[in-house]
Nanobody
């Protein structure tokens, strides 16, 4: 059974930082195509960042230079380091895994950027 469990969300002031985690079980992150998405109220779910099994990363234009996606093979965990946060980064953040032609989602973690 595959599980993706996000954590690390919360309330942060503009300009602050958060690190999201996505702990995986049932899959091996090193062999998966991993992505972070986010969805703000009333808006579509947007791709934030991705990392391939080979370690290549890609970012959405709105977060490039501020967010960093990474993974820890030993912990089988995906991360999203978010710096210089803005109110428009407020959303539910979801971890997504594409693995052996299947796709899996976590339950999401809320990030709120507000003073």
């Amino acid at each position: 059974q595959v599980q993706l469990v996000e954590s690390g969300g919360g309330l942060v002031q503009p300009g602050g930082s958060l690190r999201l985690s996505c702990a995986a079980s049932g899959i091996i992150l090193d062999y998966a195509f991993m992505r972070w998405y986010r969805q703000a109220p009333g808006k579509q779910r947007d791709l934030v960042a991705s990392i391939t099994s080979g370690g290549s990363t890609n970012y959405g234009a709105s977060v490039k230079g501020r967010f960093t996606i990474s993974r820890d093979s030993a912990k089988n965990t995906l991360y999203l380091q978010m710096n210089s946060l803005k109110p428009e980064d407020t959303a539910v953040y979801y971890c997504n895994a594409a693995y052996w032609s299947e796709e899996y989602w976590g339950q999401g973690t809320q990030v709120t950027v507000s003073s």
